[in-house]
């Protein structure tokens, strides 16, 4: 069985939301732990559009997504958060003393004060294709986000969105 790692707090999402808490926490003299589904930190912003100018964030007349990632990070090293990347979080339970139990799908065990969801868009994990040996392509011809546009510069494209049905409830 994992050890349960105790903390005060961990972060669900490490987009700029979660990094930006990270700081505040930090200003309190609050060491936190943050849990993101990728691989890296920077969620949507790093993930769907890191070279994409954004021109809606306080402060900023246009940043890129990953220009805004690695200003956060920056902004919070002296702070020392405690990542854990490609975990998403499987269960969150109450315990008797107002805590909080959260596991991750790796199985990596958390006993917190406080829960802060900072999860945005949802997780971002790629609805692959039922395709036999479509991971063959994968990287090469199969692409599930697009990081720098300057890989597909003159290239002809073809975008698939596989449409989701919703309930309404009706």
């Known amino acids: ?24 926490l930090g200003l309190l003299d609050i060491r936190a732990h943050v849990v993101d589904i990728l691989d890296r930190p920077g969620g949507q912003c790093a993930e769907l ?26 902004q919070i090293k002296p702070f020392q958060p405690t990542f854990h990347f490609s975990e998403m979080i499987a269960g969150l339970e109450p315990l008797p003393d107002e805590r909080f139990l959260l596991t991750t799908d790796a199985g990596t065990r958390f006993d917190a004060k406080v829960v802060v969801i900072a999860a945005g868009g949802g997780s ?9 040996g479509v991971e063959a392509f994968e ?32």
Request: net charge positive.
């Open 49 to 74: 559009y890191p070279e994409k100018p954004i021109y809606d964030i306080p402060g900023l007349p246009v940043v890129t997504g990953q220009e805004l990632t690695n200003n956060l990070l920056e």
């Open 139 to 170: 990287a090469k011809s199969v692409h599930y986000a697009v990081r720098k546009m300057d890989v597909f510069r003159g290239k002809r494209v073809l975008i698939v969105a596989a449409a989701t049905r919703r309930s309404t409830g009706r």
């Open 124 to 132: 971002f994990q790629p609805k692959k294709p039922p395709i036999d």
């Open 1 to 24: 069985m994992t050890e349960t790692i105790k903390t005060d707090v961990v972060i669900v999402g490490a987009g700029p939301v979660g990094l930006f808490a990270v700081f505040e």
